[in-house]
């Protein structure tokens, strides 16, 4: 009986503190839910408020629908996830972009994000390495990645920069121009097959051209790409010596400045605020004005093909295939965003590069994709059958060359603008052009040694 009363008394015992337990917890899942303590008396339990968004600025030199494209897909990010919001900042283009983030570096307020890469700023400090970044994201996949785009933004092994889109110079050209007289885009495979043809193009009133054959791009560039298509190289294999008043070099910029001021069969736009020179040379061609001109893959989303074609840079006689530059375009973290801004940008950046989006961006602009997994995307697969330009680009960079790395921090390059400007604009021989760029070109390299 003494037994039955004991285990009587500890099963009521049990069976209160059972209820106790319960009753303490009636108001779990609540904010400010009590439970209690070890001196019993009831402790205020906290639950964690949420945490608010990182919010971070990205720099971008996009104009035009390209301008409004990169909008969007700001908005699509911002409605995907709830723990970065992204303000994106326009700026005027990507020389802009990089002349006030240098400002903003020195005053201490750079932003989180920005379209644009400086290898020299990278050695010096004023980017952020992104290793540790990637090495924590296992969705990377490296190995995804174009990889000539990827290397690209490396700098002593180390990643810098994160490949958004890549671009490279292709041909535009009006239909109803080349059928006029009979020309076969697809024969246009040379230089000196595209200046025959831009000849039989241009019109001519009273020695005053109306109507020109072609219009290559303001700039080094363009005409740089003609350059590495007839094997020149602006370093010398050992990267001591410039070489830019090698015969490759004279002769093909000698070539474009008689086609532009003698033969007067092409013209280019120049100056302007931003992107207004580039969109004068569109405007000619949609207008009738010109026949083709050379410009960005990316200018794919603003151009019009049911009046328009598409097709490679040519290359020289003899020399085999073009080789223009197939380059991506970056960006970067600034060092002195704090490590919750640098997480968020990478966010961002990773979020712009994934199969569908790059994918998606190369549709709407023109530009080529990032990864190679975008080019088994549906869309793009069903895109690219009844948009057969959207092809061109990704064909040319297959055998385009890597952008030049300027080891004096672009003072190489800066002597290159001025030497095209004087070809292009004011009419002065290319072999007194180089010459001059290259004495400037060679101090500055010898500086480092």
Known sequence: MLKMKKWWAMTTLCSLMFLAACGGNTGAGKSGAEAPSNSGQPVKQETPASKDPVTIEFWYGLGGKLGENMAKTIDKFNASQNEVIVKGIVQGDYSETEKKLQAAIASGQAPAAVLSSNMDWARKGYYAPLDELIKNDPDFKSEDFVQTFLNQGKVDGVQYFLPMYGTTQVMYYRKDALQGQNIDPASLTTWEKLADAAAKMAKKEGGKTTFFGWEPMWGKDNMMDA????????????????????????????????????????????????????????????????????????????????ILGAMEQPGWEGKGEGKPVAEAIMAGIPAKASKEQQEAAYKWFTFFSKAENTAKWSMDNGYIAVRQSALEDPEFKKFSESNPQISVPLRQASHGSEPFRDPTGGKINDALKIAADKVQIENIPAAEALKAAKEIAQRELDKLK
Do not use: C, N
Request: glycine share 14%; proline share 1%; no cysteine.
């Open 227 to 306: 350059v590495f298509s007839k094997g020149g190289k602006v370093l010398s294999e050992d990267g001591k010596q410039v070489l830019i008043d090698s015969p490759e070099w004279v002769d093909t910029w000698e070539q474009f400045r008689k086609w532009i001021h003698e033969d007067k069969i092409m013209r280019i736009h120049s100056g302007g605020q931003g992107w207004e020179y580039w969109y004068k040379t569109i405007d000619d061609v949609m207008k009738g004005q010109a026949a083709g001109y050379t410009g960005s893959s990316g200018d794919q989303g603003d151009l019009d093909f049911t």
